[in-house]
């Protein structure tokens, strides 16, 4: 009997939780499905430029569990973009970070934030940041 999954830690749920192909149905698209924890592992590793183990740390997560995690989701988002499949992203065993939850006066985007006062917005890099 395998090990239950332990809790990993996500920074923030996401903005948008499905994509697709334009101009085609959605009833005639395969759905793959990613888990928010999946996603957290790409955010950290491919958007922020973290290594691994750092990344794995900010989750919660051993490097190991990490590397697994993020190769299943390159492997969906590969398969999403060269089969023309549309992109769900939903479910995980996964905790809110306690980071505090920022919004951007200029663009009005939504963020978290490990500092309490953000210098700039990571959308538009305006300085006009409230809560």
Known sequence: MPRP???????????????????????LLKEVVISLDELESIKLADFEGLYQDVA?????????????????????????????????????????DEAKT??????DRRFTSATAHPTKCPQCSKIRIGS
């Open 5 to 27: 999954k332990c809790c990993r830690r996500i920074g923030s749920l996401p903005d948008a939780n499905y994509y697709k192909p334009r101009g085609i149905p959605s009833s």
């Open 56 to 96: 794995a740390a900010r989750m919660n997560i051993s490097r190991q569990t990490f590397g697994r995690i993020i190769v299943s989701a390159h492997q969906k988002i590969a398969d999403v973009l060269l089969h023309g499949k549309s992109l769900k992203i939903e479910g995980g065993s996964v905790e809110m």
């Open 102 to 107: 920022n919004r951007c006066k200029n663009c």
